[in-house]
Nanobody, 112 residues
């Protein structure tokens, strides 16, 4: 059972990026999934979370700019990020609460 993130990279401030997290080994459709991020030296923080029913939660710092969604048929959760800021630079991780399972992370760098 694993989660694999993709979509990170270098983007200019004000730009957009979509991260994907594909699950394998089991179905995650009945589980909440979340996106977290971590800057070296800081704690990992919740960015967004989506329940199995589609209810969403966002960190105040990303509300109105980021959107989390899921495609259960593809066993995948997405994070659409718009109006990116340099302070969004971090390694982004996918997390499945029920399994206490983390992905390997994908680095997003937002250049000013």
């Amino acid at each position: 059972v694993q989660l694999v993130e993709s979509g990170g990279g270098l983007v200019q401030a004000g730009g957009s990026r979509r991260l994907s997290c594909a699950g394998s080994g089991t179905s995650f459709s009945n589980n909440a999934l979340g996106w977290y991020r971590q800057v070296p030296g800081n704690q990992r923080e919740l960015v967004a979370r989506i329940t199995s029913g589609g209810s969403t939660t966002y960190a105040d710092s990303v509300k109105g700019r980021f959107t989390i969604s899921r495609d259960n048929a593809k066993n995948t959760v997405y994070l659409q990020m718009n109006s990116l800021k340099p302070e969004d630079t971090a390694v982004y991780y996918c997390y499945a609460d029920y399994f206490d399972l983390w992905g390997q992370g994908t680095l997003l760098t937002v250049a000013s």
